[in-house]
């Protein structure tokens, strides 16, 4: 058994992975998870992880979105062994084998221009008959057109190593996570290989670099999964041999619709603004799809690359739960000290609060269970350090009148004004404030402090936040509020 997993997961090569992300957008939380299956696959089998950027398409590549996704790969810890490699400097590889097919006869310039593929298509519509390109140049050897398309081998027997026939208009492949794959050839067309001898297009230029660089398994989206019947023509085509395929479930909204913008934010960047910790997003990404055998859901990146187990992977859409995301970053959040917090928390992008450092690390002190971002702390923040503006009237409690409710306030003043410096705190305060409390009754004198410091029914507890403000603010809010009771009893 052991040497059957050994041979089944090992190449010649040993495992060697790829995340190969495309420099058209940032990057994706669907490409970042690929990047980290792949990645735990390569440490859990002592392997390789290489990044590779297919930057063909130099319309829709940028610089800017390829150092996106280098950077945020790095921020969520997904180094590579080796790489990154760039298509567009490898041009003259592709070239080397696009001409060895078309001398070989194994593909071939197409001349039709768009317009004519376009008519052709739109004929095919309109007899509802399969929407591929037949090409009367296929034999004509011409030595340049439009594009370079890949020949479809025509059908015929062949028999594989384990004495299997199949019919050659049949792509069948072992996924370890489908099973077995099965993909009729005569759909699939001619398709394009290039756009001319030093532009590869993707097919082609993943199944050079995939033997080029050894690629012992393949662990990408479902959404790839069709290209893989025509990248194992060509692997044939150039006799290389054809790697492991994984085909990673999609991830989903809660509708059960693909993951998009209009749902869900879909790049690492926006949940790293949002404050999500790099740890959440690895432990979160690694159940999208995927669970350990005891379903435990809390995990570090060691402790998945232990248990994790890719035949576990499931087929099924994987469906992205915010709920879930936000309950491991709060668990990851209570793990930091206050310090370390308070620098994650002022490196985030328009982060704005009115409160100095030892204000902020009273406020993650307090608000650190109830975080479940570290953009949250600034709601905390606010939930601490705002005064709103509000009607006196709203100073009173119950029944009590205003006379009364100035005099609880007056004394509360006299009991912090000669509170000493170092105990000016939580406790403190809580402390000699008690017994006036518990003498005139909690809501006569704890109910106007509250409104006093916040101006809001709803609050923090006021010993926290006499806390938090300090001595001088606190005193200046109450005078404040002994002003406006007086007002009230003119
Ligand atoms: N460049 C492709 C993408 O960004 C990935 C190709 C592959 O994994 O084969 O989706």
């Known amino acids: 058994m052991f040497k059957f997993l050994k041979r089944l997961f090992k190449g010649e090569n040993g495992v060697r992975v790829r995340i190969a992300p495309s420099p058209t957008g940032y990057l994706h939380i669907g490409t970042a998870r690929t990047a980290l299956f792949n990645y735990i696959f390569a440490k859990k089998y002592g392997g390789k992880f290489i990044l590779r950027i297919e930057?063909?398409?130099?319309?829709?590549?940028?610089?800017?979105?390829?150092?996106?996704?280098?950077?945020?790969?790095?921020?969520?810890?997904?180094?590579?062994?080796?790489?990154?490699?760039?298509?567009?400097?490898?041009?003259n590889i592709y070239e080397k084998y696009l001409n060895k097919l078309l001398k070989e006869k194994k593909a071939y310039w197409c001349p039709h221009t768009k317009e004519e593929l376009e008519e052709e298509r739109n004929g095919q519509i309109a007899n509802k008959t399969v929407l591929i390109h037949k090409c009367d140049a296929r034999d004509k050897d011409l030595s340049r057109g439009e594009l370079i398309r890949f020949?479809?081998?025509?059908?015929?027997?062949?028999?594989?190593?384990?004495?299997?026939?199949y019919p050659a208009d049949s792509i069948i492949f072992n996924d370890i996570i489908r099973s077995q794959v099965h993909f009729f050839t005569d759909p699939i067309g001619d398709f394009?290989?290039?756009?001319?001898?030093?532009?590869?297009?993707?097919?082609?230029a993943v199944v050079i670099d995939d033997y080029e660089m050894k690629i012992s398994h393949v662990i990408r989206g479902e959404d790839h999964i069709a290209n893989t019947p025509k990248q194992i023509l060509i692997q044939r085509a150039l006799n290389f041999s054809t790697p492991q395929y994984a085909h990673l479930p999609l991830i989903l909204d809660p509708d059960r619709s693909k993951m998009s913008k209009r749902h869900s934010a879909t790049s690492i960047e926006e949940y790293q603004k949002q404050g999500y910790l790099p740890e959440t997003l690895v432990n979160f990404m690694a159940l999208l799809g995927w669970h350990p055998s005891d379903n435990k859901e809390k995990m570090s990146l060691p402790e998945i690359i232990q248990c994790f187990d890719i035949k576990r992977i499931q087929k099924g859409g994987a469906i992205f739960d915010v709920q879930k995301l936000d309950w491991l970053n709060s668990q990851y959040i209570k793990k930091y000290d206050n310090e370390a917090l308070l620098k994650l928390i002022k490196q985030l992008p328009d982060f704005e609060i009115a409160a100095n450092d030892s204000q902020l690390l009273k406020i993650i002190n307090y608000g650190k269970e109830r975080a479940a971002t570290l953009k949250n702390f600034q709601a905390i923040a606010d939930s601490y350090t705002r005064l709103n503006d509000y009607k006196s009237e709203m100073l009173l409690w119950k029944n009590t009148g205003a006379k009364n409710t100035k005099e609880n306030l007056r004394k509360t003043k006299e009991i912090l004004f000669v509170i000493l410096e170092r105990e000016f705190n939580k406790s403190g305060s809580e402390k000699y404030l008690m017994p006036l409390a518990d003498s005139q009754g909690?809501?006569?004198?704890?109910?106007?402090l509250r409104v006093a410091l916040t101006g809001r029914d709803k609050s923090p507890g006021p010993f926290e936040i006499i806390d938090v403000l300090g001595k001088e603010e606190s005193l200046k809010r109450i005078n404040m509020a002994i002003e406006k009771l007086s007002n009230l009893i003119i």
């Open 55 to 91: 930057d063909t398409d130099l319309e829709r590549s940028d610089k800017k979105y390829e150092k996106d996704i280098i950077e945020n790969l790095k921020w969520l810890g997904l180094d590579w062994d080796e790489g990154p490699y760039r298509q567009s400097e490898r041009l």
């Open 151 to 165: 020949k479809i081998p025509k059908a015929k027997p062949v028999i594989s190593g384990n004495e299997t026939i």
């Open 192 to 204: 394009a290989l290039a756009k001319n001898i030093s532009t590869p297009l993707y097919n082609f």
């Open 442 to 448: 909690r809501g006569e004198v704890l109910w106007p």
